[in-house]
């Protein structure tokens, strides 16, 4: 998917969800279990009409192809790690009765791990993560330095259309940043995460090269570069919670390409705050909305709410031993009129010189 029909995808959304399919079946098997025909359903409780206890084990069970598959997932608390390579079609649903609060959501979906054991032992990000989708491990990789790992060119590309509806991904490695720690990892893949809930401290999301991720009324939750990668993310009508500060709630690493690409960030119509009122007067003016893993770093905050936890500056360097790595171009952060206490009728974004 090109950045341009990602976007253009989003002006079809008031169309798409007032027509008469395909969502009324969706949210009959949300609410009722009036599913499509050979959805699996999967209960942590036993429920006797699951198929499976485990949704790892309704995931292996798909076949590897290009059928589009559906997986109704009952409520409860799962603890397990979900990896998604197939390229066909794959819709993960949580039973709710609200299916437009996030907040209520009853399916959660947990796992504790950084990208380090308890010996300080250190392994690739990936390995931490609660969701991954990805068509190979390597793809899946974050890797190191400005550029990260070098996927191989001959890599195919992975899921042609992932959703998730109503889901909380939760990573309970440590109640503060202890290194990165994902709830998801999405790469080389197409998909729109609706109603869903990503809870970490650090690196909680990462979009990987080539992916496009749309994330529709969702809570991301964070501290520390809690929103990463080298794809596209556009991030519509959705809470970023700031759980402390630390790096940028953003980190980007661009992709030098050949073609012009819009790799980035895009949060619109949102809202960034401090995660709740205890955490609230201890992080005031201190949050950055992002800082550059390389000089290809791009976010856009566009007509986002910012509570007095933003840093007034918005953007910090990426400092390396004390040194600014990547100096922004502060006069490129583009600052419009702001209200109670900072709501911007236009945006603002961060490039690197």
Same mark, same amino acid.
């Given at each position: 998917? =090109?950045?341009?029909?990602? +976007?253009?995808?989003? +002006? ?18 949300? &609410? ?52 998604? &390579? %197939? ?16 907040? =209520? ?12 054991? !308890? ?12 969701? &991954? ?8 990789? &974050? ?14 590309? *992975?899921?042609? !259309? ?8 939760? !990573? ?18 197409? *998909? ?6 990503? @809870? ?5 999301? @990462?979009?990987? =090269? ?18 990463? *990668? ?30 012009? !690409? ?85 945006? %603002? ?5």
């Amino acid at each position: 998917m =090109k950045p341009s029909l990602l +976007l253009s995808s989003l +002006l079809t959304i008031p169309v798409v969800l007032a027509s008469p399919s395909p969502f009324p079946s969706r949210r009959s098997c949300q &609410t009722h279990q009036l599913c499509p025909k050979n959805t699996l359903i999967v209960s942590s409780n036993t429920h006797p009409a699951a198929n499976f206890s485990s949704i790892q084990a309704a995931i292996a069970s798909l076949p590897a192809d290009n059928s589009t598959q559906t997986i109704l997932i009952l409520p409860g608390l799962y603890h397990e790690q979900l990896n998604i &390579t %197939r390229a066909g079609p794959v819709t993960l649903l949580g039973q709710t009765d609200h299916l437009t609060d996030p907040t =209520k959501n009853k399916v959660t979906i947990t796992w504790a791990q950084a990208n380090h054991d !308890n010996t300080g032992k250190d392994v690739d990000n990936v390995f931490s993560s609660v969701l &991954t989708v990805a068509p190979t491990l390597e793809s899946s990789y &974050t890797g190191s330095g400005p550029t990260g790992y070098p996927v191989p060119d001959d890599t195919p590309f *992975g899921n042609v !259309n992932f959703r998730a509806y109503n889901i909380d991904f939760r !990573n309970t490695w440590a109640e503060y940043s202890d290194g990165p720690a994902h709830a998801l990892s999405f790469s080389r893949s197409n *998909g729109g995460f609706y109603h869903c809930g990503f @809870y970490s401290y650090q690196d909680t999301v @990462y979009i990987g =090269k080539l992916a496009n991720a749309y994330i529709y009324n969702s809570i991301i939750a964070g501290q520390t570069d809690f929103i990463y *990668g080298f794809g596209t993310a556009w991030i519509q009508s959705s809470q970023l919670l700031l759980r402390s500060c630390g790096g940028g709630i953003t980190a980007w690493k661009g992709t030098n390409t050949t073609f012009p !690409n819009a790799y980035g960030v895009y949060i619109v119509d949102s809202t960034v705050r401090a995660a709740n009122a205890t955490i609230a007067p201890s992080i005031v003016g201190q949050c950055a909305l992002g800082r550059p893993w390389n000089s290809l770093h791009r976010s856009i905050f566009a007509r986002t709410y910012e509570d007095a936890s933003v840093a007034p500056a918005g953007y910090v360097d990426w400092m390396v031993d004390g040194i600014g790595d990547e100096l922004l171009d502060l006069e490129r952060l583009r600052r419009h009129l702001k209200t109670s206490p900072m709501l911007y009728q236009g945006s %603002r974004s961060g490039k690197p010189v």
